[in-house]
Nanobody, 115 residues
Framework: QVELVESGGGLVQAGGSLRLSCYATGSVFNINTMGWYRQVPGKERELVASIIGRSATTYAEFAKGRFTISRGNIKDTVYLQMSSLKPEDTAVYYC?????????WGQGTQVTVSS
């Protein structure tokens, strides 16, 4: 079993930056893919960015050039550096991990961008 714990959400003005953090506890060996998704009420959860291993990254179009995903020195951590934030980035952001074909989710952290 894997538990994911997120932190770093909050309220920021448009144009500002936030850094989300997520670390995994439990059976963390063989976690290869980690990522971030986001969801707003009434909409489906969508991919923000993911990383396989330490360097193979994928970004949603809206995240390219503004967000950066990275793994920590400890392999079971992942970060999302968000810059040039826009009000439309307001959402609950969820950490995600895949281990041996099973999918795990964090509890979510709220990001609110004011105009």
């Amino acid at each position: 079993q894997v538990e994911l714990v997120e932190s770093g959400g909050g309220l920021v003005q448009a144009g500002g930056s936030l850094r989300l953090s997520c670390y995994a506890t439990g059976s963390v060996f063989n976690i290869n893919t980690m990522g971030w998704y986001r969801q707003v009420p009434g909409k489906e959860r969508e991919l923000v960015a993911s990383i396989i291993g330490r360097s193979a990254t994928t970004y949603a179009e809206f995240a390219k050039g503004r967000f950066t995903i990275s793994r920590g020195n400890i392999k079971d951590t992942v970060y999302l550096q968000m810059s040039s934030l826009k009000p439309e980035d307001t959402a609950v952001y969820y950490c995600h991990a895949i281990r041996v074909g099973e999918s795990y989710w964090g509890q979510g952290t709220q990001v609110t961008v004011s105009s």
